[in-house]
């Protein structure tokens, strides 16, 4: 399995994060490799044919989507691989163990480093702490 990295993450998250676009997605997934047709995920998401040619086009630019055109008519599969791979990216945010490449644990502060500190430092020293949980 490969890795997929920060930004193409967050291009196939913004993909997926409109409700006609994830319909989409299952619409077409249910169809397996073969695919389906355009016209056939327009009425499947009651959607229109101009609003679906945008969608369409935005989930198979970040990768999600690949369109098999045939003539006139172009079906439409699922990447797989690509949601295996946001997948894994995903758990490797929350630190989950069996993810590989993605980002590790998330850090947690120090015991007492994020209490606040009295008056008299609380200036300098709450900038500090607050940042602190970012250093590596």
């Not at 490799?33 to 989930?59: D, M, N, W, Y």
């Not at 970040?62 to 295996?84: C, E, M, N, Q, W």
């Not at 008056?119 to 900038?127: L, P, T, V, W, Y």
């Amino acid at each position: 399995m490969t890795t997929i990295d920060e930004k193409r993450a967050v291009d196939m998250l913004a993909a997926l994060s409109q409700p006609t676009r994830l319909k989409i997605i299952q619409c077409v997934s249910a169809h397996g490799e073969e695919g389906v047709p355009a016209g056939a995920i327009a009425r499947a998401v009651q959607c229109p044919a101009s609003t679906l040619s945008f969608h369409l086009k935005e989930l198979s630019q970040a990768g999600l989507l690949t369109p098999h055109p045939k003539g006139r008519f172009i079906r439409y599969s699922v990447v797989a691989d690509s949601f295996v791979q946001l997948g894994g990216f995903v758990l490797g945010i929350v630190g989950h163990e069996g993810s590989r490449g993605a980002p590790g644990k998330p850090r947690t502060a120090k015991r007492g480093q994020a209490r606040r500190k009295g008056k008299a430092g609380a200036d300098a020293g709450q900038a500090r702490n607050q940042l602190s949980i970012f250093e590596d």
